[in-house]
């Protein structure tokens, strides 16, 4: 393909409610390819909402005295084999649509923060557990990931970082490293303009597409698309932003990129790959946690 159109789906889900929300999924799916759409981009988690099982949840997700409210929100993960997903792959093969799904997961008994890649004929192309979790709070309670992941759709490098991933110039530049050229990431936070810029960053200095998509609300929302393309020809500065939503707005936001513009940056720009010095980066991979950066928890 020579561009590629995504769908942001910045919309409500349900709270703890997994079967309505993938009624919700299903819909949207719909939408966005009747909107012209290649592939649709759910906020974090949306089988569940990010919802905490509860109250103080965030603060103290190992409350004792929550163990069954705890247990139920764990066990309502979804595995790849269930009915859950194959609602979503159907979907993805009836609208001929590709889709990034989210949800809590459950596999070899470990529940994880996860979002799978399904292409148009409703297979699965890449299935990935968020690598940095907010072990600070609700994440707690779940095993994060150990890679990166990046697939090919339709011709196109796509790799997913989930929400927390973004603040880490790590994850991108792995997912860069491993070929991508569009990354997908899945949201569930609050979204203020220097996380906004986080993610133009992430562009920019990775030669990659950056899409975005998050839930509504006060402070919230702020769905966005950027190209790395931010240079014309002349050398001149350029509005890379290809879509940037307000807070509060609910709807399904196309962003498309044009990979031809892009892959011809890439081939003739000086960051990405071009000239790193990664023998200089060992440090980069040191477990060492030192002060101020210790925490008890």
Known sequence: MSTIKIALVQKKAIPNNKNRNLELAVQYIKEASCMGADIVLFPEMWSNGYAAPFDGAFDNPTNPAFEEERKEWLESAVTIESDYVAAIKDAAQKYKIGVCATFLSKADEKFQNTAIIIDRSGSILLNYA????????LEKLLQHGSEFKV??????????????DREFPESARVLMLKGAE????PNAC????????????????????VAMANYPGEGWGGSCAFSPVVFDEN???????????????????????????????????????????????????????????????
Request: proline letters at 3%.
């Open 190 to 209: 609050d979204m203020n303009p220097l996380r906004i810029n986080q993610l133009n960053t992430r562009a920019f200095e990775n030669m990659v597409g």
């Open 130 to 137: 968020k690598v940095h979790t907010c072990d600070f709070s």
């Open 182 to 185: 569009i990354i997908l990431v």
């Open 235 to 297: 050398g001149n500065c350029l509005d890379n932003a290809i879509v940037k939503a307000n807070d509060i707005l609910e709807d399904i936001l196309i962003a498309e990129f044009d990979m031809d513009r892009i892959r011809a940056y890439r081939e003739q720009e000086t960051w990405g790959n071009a000239y790193r010095k990664p023998a200089a980066y060992t440090d980069l991979v040191s477990f060492e946690v030192k002060k101020p950066f210790i925490r008890n928890n």
């Open 151 to 164: 697939c090919d759709f339709e011709g196109i490098q796509i790799g997913v970082m989930i929400c927390y």
